[in-house]
């Protein structure tokens, strides 16, 4: 068993920074692939950034390619999301997700999710 629990999210300005992070409990951490999704009002959950779990893959939307990193920290049972030059559109409550899935694109995949944090950013 995993629990996640997300931290870091608040509001900004456009063309600012934020760095997401995602505290996993449960001593399989490591055997996970990690995620982060968002969800924005009225919207689908959208797939964000995702990290193997030895760290050595990364996957990135388009929407964010170049502005996002994900990464993670095995000793401390963490993933990251640092994000930079926000944008109003990136405005969405961001969650991490654990698990071994077929594809680390698709929500469906994971087996355990954070209850998820607020970003806002503003124009």
């Known amino acids: 068993q995993v629990q996640l629990v997300e931290s870091g999210g608040g509001l900004v300005q456009a063309g600012g920074s934020l760095r997401l992070s995602c505290a996993a409990s449960g001593r399989t951490f490591t055997s996970y692939a990690m995620g982060w999704f968002r969800q924005a009002p009225g919207k689908e959950r959208e797939f964000v950034a995702a990290?193997?779990?030895?760290?050595?893959?990364?996957y990135y939307a388009d929407s964010v390619k170049g502005r996002f990193t994900i990464s993670r920290d095995n000793a401390k049972n963490t993933v990251y999301l640092q994000m930079n030059s926000l944008k109003p559109e990136d405005t969405a409550v961001y969650s991490c997700a654990a698990g071994s899935p077929l594809s680390v694109r698709i929500s469906g995949s994971y087996n355990y999710w954070g209850q998820g944090t607020q970003v806002t950013v503003s124009s």
């Open positions: 990290i193997t779990w030895r760290g050595g893959n990364t």
